[in-house]
């Protein structure tokens, strides 16, 4: 087996495991987050969301640490060190956009549930109008 089969077959088993990992918690975080998020959609998403924060880290993860540069993976495959080192820097652009609009969508829901709360404490304790069935009609 040569040096490239063997870190990419590394590299492989790990995003695999991580991915597994994922797939064997989505269902009970997708039943803790909506209850937590109070949709199924919100849940859906944040879910999804997950999944694919958690495959992309890993992945940047096992790409992170290259062998020395005097190894025989560069001896079998010269061109390999550019297709890695482009391969990190997209995935950590795509974890840095996830990152930002994770960040935004937490500040926007925060904002969204604060508004709703003040939209129904006012409509708690507002006089009932004068249509409004609960108030009796003379």
Do not use: N
């Not at 996830?98 to 969508?105: D, R």
């Amino acid at each position: 087996m040569t040096s490239l089969t063997l870190y990419l077959s590394g590299a492989a088993s790990v995003v695999l495991l991580a991915l597994c990992v994922a797939l064997f918690l989505r269902g009970p975080l997708r039943s803790l987050l909506a209850e937590l998020c109070e949709t199924e959609r919100r849940a859906g998403f944040w879910v999804a969301f997950w999944i694919v924060a958690v495959v992309l880290t890993t992945t940047f993860g096992v790409l992170s640490p290259l062998p020395p540069a005097g190894s025989a993976l560069w001896k079998e495959a010269p061109e390999l060190r550019t297709f890695l080192a482009t391969l990190r820097a997209g995935l950590f652009g795509i974890m840095a956009v996830l990152g930002a609009m994770g960040i935004v969508l937490l500040i926007g829901i925060q904002a969204y549930e604060d508004r709703r709360r003040r939209v129904a404490a006012w409509a708690s304790t507002s006089p009932a109008s004068p249509h409004s069935p609960s108030r009796p009609t003379t």
